[in-house]
T-cell receptor, first 115, second 114 residues
């Protein structure tokens, strides 16, 4: 059963701490997206990658957020230092690249609470 | 900048009713439009994907239509059931390739009463 896997599912941390969220895209997918969901803003695109290269990270606060794909099976989103306003659910989604339908498949999300 | 609007924000219907959820977008240069379902505390589950060249897609009791020229899509749910209660989101992927990014609406929260 192919699925996008995200860890941790829940994270509670204190302001100023570093937070790393991980995503394992569906095997074979070469496009990975990071979204943040809050009640106020809905789903916001933070960054996305194609063939491990960042295509767009304009939605991401550069001073504290960073996103990488160390290899094709792992995407990471790091916040350092974390702030209470970063509290949200962070979703990873993956899909096929060129020549495919562009359908997105989402993980279950990482719920982050920054105290 | 693509803007996606979903109306209504919330909808409550009795079981068995047919219903329509609406999604509108401002930029018709899209690659595809995808409808998702989200249950509380869960991720997004893909329901239907319509390519820009298509007019509609069907899956079981669900039918999604796309009118690119008017910037609209509808999700039709037939014979609604309490298990259909969830938030429904539409996402529009821009551009003429599948490398573009998707913009989401804020969703319609559906409650189907037994």
């Amino acid at each position: 059963d192919a699925r996008v896997t995200q860890t941790p599912r829940h994270k509670v941390t204190e302001m100023g701490q570093e937070v790393t969220m991980r995503c394992q895209p569906i095997l074979g997918h070469n496009t990975v997206f990071w979204y943040r969901q809050t009640m106020m803003q809905g789903l916001e695109l933070l960054a996305y990658f194609r063939n491990r290269a960042p295509l767009d990270d304009s939605g991401m606060p550069k001073d504290r957020f960073s996103a990488e794909m160390p290899d094709a099976t792992l995407a990471t989103l790091k916040i350092q230092p974390s702030e209470p306003r970063d509290s949200a659910v962070y979703f990873c989604a993956s899909g096929f690249g060129q020549g495919e339908t562009g359908e997105l498949f989402f993980g279950e999300g990482s719920r982050l609470t920054v105290l | 900048k693509q803007e996606v609007t979903q109306i209504p924000a919330a909808l409550s219907v009795p079981e068995g009713e047919n219903l329509v959820l609406n999604c509108s977008f401002t930029d018709s240069a899209i690659y595809n439009l995808q409808w998702f379902r989200q249950d509380p505390g869960k991720g997004l589950t893909s329901l239907l994907l319509i390519q820009s060249s298509q007019r509609e897609q069907t899956s079981g009791r669900l039918n999604a239509s796309l009118d690119k020229s008017s910037g609209r899509s509808t999700l039709y749910i037939a014979a609604s059931q309490p298990g259909d209660s969830a938030t429904y989101l539409c996402a529009v992927r821009r551009g003429n390739t599948n490398a573009g990014k998707s913009t989401f609406g804020d969703g319609t929260t559906l409650t189907v009463k037994p």
